[in-house]
């Protein structure tokens, strides 16, 4: 097991250990690296991978606490904002609340991830770690979204006037995970002004109703009238999780799924051998599928649909209620756009392969042209008669003599009959 080294939140301290040197209550507390293995009594490390597969954004970020002025919601505690510090605003939202027994730290990966993106991420801890329930952790996902909006108005905050207060994402892992699904499902204005997507990590879930659950043990279940909503929600569970938590069967992630609502738009990724830890911090496909979601629906960037298609290498099972056909539906009748449309590149930054995909409404002569931030052309990637329909071209990040490109700010064009648009695109090493 290798060494791991956290860093205190605020820069009070540090601690270098293993988390099998960890007691019950100190592996509980570094839940965000460590879990605690109820077979062998020992603390372990999170399943999943490790915080330094971690792909960050961009953008530089920081963070914004209550000894800054931050509001002390009353449903939650210790809130902790990150925000990109130069990305374009206004910017989207995503609140995260943590796992039975950890504190808003354990969230702080995740949240530091989003914000290097360009968005806004709320980190908070429920008002007791222990004994705080699936719905009132909900209810303190909904009070976070009130402190995030207050800094919009809020004159000496950074982000005075930077926000955008109409998109939100509710998250978290473990019971936060649970708590992100019981959100979109209360009677708030939140939830139904401001919520446009959740996303749900190793969840698990825990309603109690004598009534509908009454064959159950402690008349706890889960049933489709427990997620009636129509929120666009991602899952990602583990395949092994009922292995760790058996006494959660029916409860767990993939059960939400298939409990929520098939007219709602929703995404199910299992993890190939998946722990109950595997989407505790953002790494690998994980981190992707996510960041997607959040670009998907915070910005409203269709483009990012198809690869929400895409089933990650890693997964187990993947399915998806999801529709990205360009059509639209109006009257109930289906029209298809008469115009051509260049989509953003997918993935965006990439490294080294990313598609691009557009959409031809009749045959058309199109010309797909790469070039550097000088306006040197790099390479003709299509030229030609195309058909229409949509259509995806790939780039290898290579020149027209097959040399690979140095990392940098790209621009791809296309031009078609009397159409012609140029996007930008970031190429990492």
Known sequence: MRNFFITLSLVTGFLYSECSDLDYGECLYWSYYCEWNEDTEECQEVGGGGGGDTYYGPYEFSSLSESDGLRNGPDYSDGVLFYPMDAEPPYGSIVLTPGWGGGGESMYGWAEFFASHGFIAMAISPNDQVNDSHQQRA??????????????????????????????????????????????????????????????????????????????EYCICLVPEFLEHDIPTIVIAGQNEIDELPSYDGLLGQDIYYNTPETTDKILYEISNGSHGSAAFPSGSVQEKALYWAKYHLTEDISYCDSLLLSPDDASLYVTTIDCSPSVAIDDKTIVPKD?????????????????????????????????????????????????????????????????VPAGLYFYTVKADNFVDAKKMILLK
Request: proline share 5%.
């Open 139 to 216: 209810e303190g996902l909904l009070d976070a979204i009130q402190s995030i909006k207050q800094e919009q108005w809020r004159v000496d905050s950074p982000l005075f006037g930077f926000i955008d207060t109409t998109r939100f994402i509710v998250s978290g892992y473990s019971m936060g995970g649970g708590a992100s699904q019981i959100a979109l499902t209360l009677d708030d204005f939140n939830v139904t002004e401001y919520i446009v997507g959740a996303i749900a990590l190793n969840p698990t879930i825990i309603v109690e109703d004598c009534d509908v659950c009454a064959d159950y």
């Open 340 to 404: 051509f449309i260049l989509y953003q590149n997918y993935p965006n930054p990439f490294n080294p392969k990313t598609t691009i995909r557009y959409f031809n409404p009749k045959d058309s002569f199109i010309k797909i042209t790469i070039h550097d931030v000088l306006g040197n052309m790099v390479i003709n990637l299509f030229e030609g008669i195309d058909s229409p329909g949509e259509k995806n071209i790939i780039w290898n990040s290579k020149n027209s003599n097959g040399q690979s």
